[in-house]
């Protein structure tokens, strides 16, 4: 596609769900990765997929997150026993390169944990 | 390890004037790079202006343009003849060259007054 597509654009969960986000990057894209932002503060690194290899976890905040990349394409980021602290808008890039030089953003998923 | 300082939790400019918005940065890398992306209410990150630091002219992209300075570990994006759709989030980031992860600053909002 034309850009980076992510969906659910808002999602809703209960303390306690879990939920499951998905990026479709640009196609070809070899890099992708995810990261979380808090309101009212700047993303942050959660992981990075170079093809179905995801080489680095280490922005995972804990182990209820899980990141997939099956077929080096669309990216499922799942979240398990969702927690308020949780909430945030889930951002997913993709590149070209295995740099930072050439990343787009997609436009995100709010969640929202209640 | 890097840190990206954004002093100015909000800016306002009339239209058609300029603005600059500041942003300071620590790294202990030798080579990196330096990005300005801006956040719409569409929350997709999109990219401003980057600036590779080996290099010593600084960016500029149509109205928008850089003030790199190395040494003060300083890299303000200056915005000329302001528009409407200049009003967003603008997010400082930094990453090492060759790193694919990028850390932000915690963003200002500019605001445009007719």
């Known amino acids: 596609g034309a850009g980076v597509s992510q969906s659910p654009r808002y999602k809703v969960a209960k303390r306690g769900q879990d939920v499951a986000l998905r990026c479709d990057p640009i196609s070809g894209h070899v890099s992708l990765f995810w990261y979380q932002q808090a309101l009212g503060q700047g993303p942050e690194f959660l992981t990075y997929f170079q093809n179905e290899a995801q080489l680095d976890k280490s922005g995972l905040p804990s182990d209820r997150f899980f990141a997939e990349r099956p077929e080096g394409s669309v990216s499922t980021l799942k979240i398990q026993r969702t927690q308020q602290e949780d909430s945030a808008v889930y951002l997913c890039?993709?590149?070209?390169?295995?740099?930072?030089?050439?990343?787009?953003f997609g436009s995100g998923t709010r969640l929202t944990v209640v | 390890a890097q840190t990206v300082t954004q002093s100015q939790p909000e800016m306002s400019v009339q239209e058609a004037e300029t603005v600059t918005l500041s942003c300071t940065y620590d790294t202990s890398e030798s080579d990196y790079y330096l990005f300005w992306y801006k956040q719409p209410p569409s929350r997709q990150m999109i990219l401003v202006i980057r600036q590779e630091a080996y290099k010593q002219q600084n960016a500029t992209e149509n109205r928008f343009s850089v003030n790199f300075q190395k040494a003060a570990k300083s890299f303000s994006l200056k915005i000329s003849d302001s528009q409407l759709g200049d009003a967003a989030m603008y997010f400082c980031?930094?990453?090492?060259?060759?790193?694919?992860?990028?850390?932000f600053g915690k963003g200002t909002k500019l605001s445009v007054i007719p």
């Open positions: 980031a930094s990453s090492g060259a060759g790193s694919y992860q990028l850390t």
């Open positions: 890039a993709s590149s070209l390169y295995a740099d930072s030089y050439g990343y787009t």
